[in-house]
């Protein structure tokens, strides 16, 4: 899978692409994760991106042209061109599966006010928002993308199981975990979990993931047709 972000911050992404579980995914050649200055596609002094806005009223507007030449230059016929917005669909592990899927993902990242509109008409193939608040940048939005898209990968983490695991995969949230000491200040790992019982531990992971979603997430969990 190859992802490029597109951005005026591209130090940003390089910073997080070269740690951890991202890193080992390109190093295993299982991800390729550029991170694309927008800037590149500038001709003036200062590489300019931005314009005040039509019609007037606080802050800048991202302009078309450089968009557009950089897409036109890093978009192949495979691409899915994502634009970053909080107007966008919302993101979730569902998403995230979705774009596991894909084989060229490339996020496109606003800045200021935000993108000239005819970007989101015209040149990219979804919108997506990573929650209802406002950042100040897309890069941010796209790094949470990437990381939740690239641990789908089969091959990137060490265990696949553990993201078939996960909070959301089976539609509610992970039990807790624990690890040693059995004993901290008082407080114990549940004796269950010291068992050596495979049956019991697993029937205890299972209710306490069921029971923490009914308390924390009661919308996670589907209402059983009753019958009439
Ligand atoms: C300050 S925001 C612009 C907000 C825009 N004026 C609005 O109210 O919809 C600048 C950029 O940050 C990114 N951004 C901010 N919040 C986001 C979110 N929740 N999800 C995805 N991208 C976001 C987008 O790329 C956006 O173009």
Redesign the pocket.
């Known amino acids: 899978m190859k992802i490029q972000i597109l951005t005026i911050f591209p130090d940003v992404c390089r910073s997080v692409f070269n740690e951890s579980i991202l890193k080992r995914a390109c190093e295993k050649n299982l991800a390729t994760l550029n991170a694309v200055d927008l800037r590149r596609w500038t001709s003036d002094r200062h590489r300019t991106v931005d314009d005040a806005p039509y019609g007037g009223g606080p802050g800048m507007v991202m302009k078309i042209e450089p968009i557009d030449q950089a897409l036109s230059e890093i978009r192949c016929p495979d691409s899915k061109v994502i634009?970053?917005?909080?107007?966008?669909r919302p993101f979730s592990d569902q998403v995230a599966r979705e774009l596991a899927l894909e084989t060229d993902l490339i996020f496109l990242?606003?800045?200021?006010?935000?993108?000239d509109q005819r970007v989101a008409d015209n040149l990219v193939d979804d919108e997506?928002?990573?929650?209802?608040?406002?950042?100040?940048?897309?890069v941010l939005?796209a790094l949470v993308i990437t990381d939740a898209v690239v641990r789908l990968i089969p091959g990137v983490l060490g265990d696949q199981q553990s993201a078939e695991q996960d909070s959301f995969a089976e539609g509610i949230l992970d039990h807790p975990h624990y690890t040693r000491p059995a004993e901290y200040k008082g407080w114990k790992v549940p004796d269950v979990l010291l068992s050596g019982n495979h049956k019991a531990i697993a029937e205890w992971r299972k209710e306490t993931a069921l029971s923490t979603t009914r308390s924390r997430r009661p919308d996670l969990i589907k209402p059983t047709p009753t019958s009439t």
């Open positions: 634009l970053m917005s909080p107007q966008g990242c606003g800045h200021y006010e935000g993108i997506i928002s990573i929650g209802d608040y406002v950042l100040t940048s897309g939005p």
